[in-house]
Each structure stands twice: as structure tokens, then as C-alpha cells.
């Protein structure tokens, strides 16, 4: 890890504290501690202090914008490694497309299963409501012996 003392920030680097990072992307400190963990961002530290840069501004950004579409840890940290290329933004814009179109096409598989779900029990809704509307039990027993 890099100690505060060996970088010296420049006006546009300014540090953050845990604390104001976990504002600025309403996060827990327990959740940057484990984004560290995981090495996917990598604060400046002054003894027990974390001070967090714009590059890890930029990398925490990512991190939660890849959680939110639903990618892996795994495939969060590839992308930004590809960062450290010389060809990055074009490596890591392919390769991010390719991850974005599977998780699209999961997306997608898992709201038709969803709405599938939402239609079935709307039909259980109605026929639930219509049996006790009418108190037709017998035409309850019917149903469900026969579905």
C-alpha cells in the first residue's frame, strides 16, 4: 500500500476520508474495507487512516455501477484491470459490451420468468377473490383437484 507521505496529491487529486467516500456513494465503511479486501480499490494510507484518491473514486464508481447490472466481483475486477492496457479503453469497452449483452440476455430470460409468475398468481388472485365473493367452496374443491 502506498503511504501518504510518498504521494504528494495534486489540487484535482484531492483525498477522501472513509467518510466522506461513504457519503459520496452511500456505502458503509465495512463495504469499502472489503472492496479493498478484494483489491479492487486500493486507498492511500497513513497509519490507520485510509485516504481514498480519484482513482479509486473512479474505480468505486464502477464497482457499484457493475453490483447494480448484476456482474460478478470477478468480472467487475477483470474490467478493471483491463484499465492497465495500452489499448484500455478499447479492450475494456469490447469486453464490456460482451459482459453487458449476457447480463442483458439474463435480464431479459429472468423478467419473462417474472412476468410469467406475476400472471399466474393474478389468475390465483381472481379466482381466490371470485370464490370468496361467491363462497362457492364446492367450485373451489373442483379446481384445484382438477388443475
Not at 23 to 35: A, G, H, I, K, S
Not at 74 to 97: K, N, V
Not at 123 to 140: P, Q
Amino acid at each position: 500500500m502506498t503511504r501518504l507521505s510518498q504521494m504528494t496529491p495534486t489540487c484535482s487529486q484531492k483525498l477522501l476520508t472513509i467518510r466522506e467516500m461513504c457519503d459520496r456513494f452511500d456505502v458503509t465503511p465495512r463495504t469499502l474495507r472489503f472492496y479493498e479486501a478484494k483489491e479492487l480499490i486500493a486507498p492511500l494510507r497513513e497509519g490507520q487512516k485510509r485516504l481514498y484518491t480519484k482513482r479509486d473514486r473512479a474505480r468505486m464508481k464502477l464497482i457499484l455501477r457493475g453490483k447494480r447490472f448484476g456482474f460478478s466481483l470477478e468480472e467487475i475486477r477483470e474490467l478493471l484491470e483491463l484499465y492497465r492496457r495500452d489499448d484500455r479503453e478499447l479492450t475494456q469497452l469490447r469486453r464490456t459490451r460482451e459482459l453487458a449483452l449476457e447480463r442483458l440476455s439474463d435480464m431479459e430470460r429472468q423478467r419473462a420468468e417474472l412476468d410469467e409468475a406475476i400472471t399466474e398468481l393474478k389468475s390465483e388472485l381472481a379466482w381466490a377473490t371470485d370464490v370468496l365473493e361467491k363462497g362457492d367452496l364446492e367450485a373451489a374443491r373442483v379446481r384445484h383437484a382438477v388443475g
